[in-house]
């Protein structure tokens, strides 16, 4: 049995992801050492391993941060959002896949054009809308929120994900005599999991890093 002979570029290649992966690695890793060592042994031994594992400071991080309401508030916001962003994201998509109708190329861009604006950018003039209407500090508002923001990704990708899907698929369904609704949520919506999971990811991380250090509770905050 022949080995195939690998180029000088190749193996050159594989050892700068080596080290590109390295350089990643390193400081998660690092931190990962830091958190448990005490203040003192942080800075007399700055790249030592820990002499001891300490869980002081993962304790103080859960008794006294409360990181795990800070967690549960993530959890809860997160799956609100993908669960609507999911759902409705694949519905807008479905329309704009597999419809013809007058300016349709318009809609779809404007969706797109949501992905060209930061939430950073409208954090300050949405908290003084919430302010003055008085729904601050709400589960449901900060889930819609972030559905929306949301929005673009998900069209943009189950668009291009439902394109792909045969039409002669769908018309056979009609033929037998399915409606439009029973089209998509019994042919359309499984096929396009794998899209819609692929978007969700990318959602779930947006939202994760946006809440991860917010308030220990919305109702808590006045």
Same mark, same amino acid.
Not at 42 to 49: C, D, G, P, Q, R
């Given at each position: 049995m022949k080995t195939k002979k690998h180029s000088a570029g190749y193996y050159i290649g594989f050892l700068i992801v080596i080290i590109v992966?390295?350089?990643?690695?390193?400081?998660?890793?690092? #931190?990962i050492f830091c958190s448990f060592k005490g203040n003192l042994e942080?800075?007399?031994?700055?790249?030592?391993?820990?002499?001891?594992?300490?869980?002081?400071?993962?304790?103080?991080?859960?008794n006294v941060g409360n990181i795990g309401r800070y967690f549960l508030n993530t959890i809860i916001l997160a799956v609100g959002t993908l669960?609507? #962003?999911?759902?409705?994201?694949?519905?807008?998509?479905?329309?704009?896949?597999?419809?013809k109708f007058r300016g349709k190329s318009k809609i779809y861009l404007l969706f797109i054009s949501g992905m060209m604006i930061p939430i950073q950018a409208v954090l300050i003039p949405l908290?003084?809308?919430?302010?003055?209407?008085g729904i601050m500090n709400n589960y449901p508002v900060l889930i819609l929120l972030y559905a929306a923001f949301c929005f673009p990704m998900t069209i943009l990708i189950?668009?291009?994900?439902?394109?792909?899907?045969?039409?002669?698929?769908?018309?056979?369904?009609?033929?037998?005599?399915?409606?439009?609704?029973q089209v998509f949520f019994k042919m359309?919506?499984?096929? #396009?999991?794998p899209g819609?999971? #692929?978007?969700?990811?990318f959602n779930f991380i947006q939202v994760w890093n946006c809440l991860l250090y917010t308030s220990p509770s919305p109702r808590d905050t006045r």
């Open positions: 992966a390295l350089i990643n690695i390193y400081p998660m890793v690092f #931190s942080i800075f007399s031994s700055f790249t030592a391993l820990p002499k001891k594992l300490r869980i002081e400071n993962y304790l103080t991080a859960w669960a609507i #962003s999911g759902l409705f994201g694949a519905m807008a998509s479905y329309v704009l896949a597999k419809f908290s003084y809308i919430f302010g003055k209407l189950l668009t291009g994900f439902m394109n792909g899907i045969p039409t002669e698929l769908e018309e056979a369904m009609v033929i037998d005599g399915a409606n439009i609704y359309i919506l499984p096929l #396009s999991v819609i999971v #692929s978007v969700s990811i």
